[in-house]
């Protein structure tokens, strides 16, 4: 066998693999999303606050912040 058809079979066995792992990951999902316990529609909890950010901190240009704030320099 010369390195093409080696190359060549290589390429051609890593497809075959992917595409039966990928139909083997597509089932798994799909057998996980059955076993999946049902929600019986009572727990969902509604809310109209606007949430603020707790950890986050706003960061801006100077010129920019000035002009937010309405400061004069």
Do not use: Q
């Not at 010369?2 to 190359?7: A, E, T």
């Not at 497809?15 to 999902?29: G, R």
């Not at 529609?41 to 950010?53: L, Q, Y």
């Amino acid at each position: 066998m010369d390195i093409v058809s080696v190359l060549s079979t290589t390429v051609l066995v890593t497809t075959i693999a992917t595409l039966v792992m990928a139909i083997a990951a597509y089932f798994a999902y799909k057998l996980k999303e059955w076993r999946k316990p049902r929600s019986s529609g009572g727990d969902k909890i509604v809310s109209n606050e606007v949430i603020k950010p707790i950890f986050l901190k706003r960061h801006m240009l100077v010129d920019s912040a000035l002009k937010e704030h309405d400061v004069d320099d």
